[in-house]
T-cell receptor, first 116, second 114 residues
Framework: NAGVMQNPRHLVRRRGQEARLRCSPM?????VYWYRQLPEEGLKFMVY????????ESGMPKERFSAEFPKEGPSILRIQQVVRGDSAAYFC??????????????FGEGSWLTVV | AQSVTQPDIHITVSEGASLELRCNYS??????LFWYVQSPGQGLQLLLK??????LVQGIKGFEAEFKRSQSSFNLRKPSVHWSDAAEYFC????????????FGQGTELSVKP
């Protein structure tokens, strides 16, 4: 997990509320990825961001989910009007600034979202 | 379709015994392969990776993996398992120009008997 910081670690939301998950990448890393792990499943790619740019959001649900990585500050994964099916672990990962070669990505400890 | 298959959902081995976790992939481009380990409630730790070159790669904690292109496999091995190795293991595949976008297998849960 090498320094990728996620918060909160645990978050409980009622159905219909908003969830905001934050991720600060490792020092020197400018690429951020969000993955979701549903219970009893592997990780599924959601979105790939660079500063102020969404590079690939092919894994993001079409509605209620959004992600940003502003020029200053952490990356934010935002889930609006949460439903029970959003309950999962959300992992952020980061990598150095290169896409021309395969990158090793480093994961944070995860944010566990529970929707009640 | 691109996919990673870990055929064994759960494996139990005795402490000190050898271990092999299977991983098969289906990927159109040249694959880059990873094994991660996850302890309960924790994030993922990289065990080892294969990008090119020697098809037998060494990782941390005494693990190794062998890339076999002809079998589309990247099996993880350890000669002698320790109780602390009990965890969930994930195989993942990435590609050139995809950055850190990885496709993960469903994981293999390893239990270690005393």
């Amino acid at each position: 997990n090498a320094g990728v910081m996620q918060n909160p670690r645990h978050l409980v939301r009622r159905r219909g509320q908003e969830a905001r998950l934050r991720c600060s990448p490792m020092k020197g890393h400018s690429h951020v990825y969000w993955y979701r792990q549903l219970p009893e499943e592997g990780l599924k790619f959601m979105v790939y961001l660079q500063k102020e740019n969404i590079i690939d959001e092919s894994g993001m649900p079409k509605e209620r989910f959004s992600a940003e990585f502003p020029k200053e500050g952490p990356s934010i994964l935002r889930i609006q009007q949460v439903v029970r099916g959003d309950s999962a672990a959300y992992f952020c990962a980061s990598s150095p600034p290169s896409t021309s070669v395969p990158n090793t990505i480093y994961f944070g400890e995860g944010s566990w979202l529970t929707v009640v | 379709a691109q996919s990673v298959t870990q055929p064994d959902i759960h494996i139990t081995v005795s402490e000190g015994a050898s271990l092999e976790l299977r991983c098969n992939y289906s990927y159109g481009a040249t694959p880059y392969l990873f094994w991660y380990v996850q302890s309960p409630g924790q994030g993922l730790q990289l065990l080892l990776k294969y990008f090119s070159g020697d098809t037998l790669v060494q990782g941390i904690k005494g693990f190794e993996a062998e890339f076999k292109r002809s079998q589309s496999s990247f099996n993880l091995r350890k000669p002698s398992v320790h109780w602390s190795d009990a965890a969930e293991y994930f195989c993942a595949v990435g590609a050139y120009n995809q950055g850190g976008k990885l496709i993960f297998g469903q994981g293999t849960e390893l239990s270690v008997k005393p």
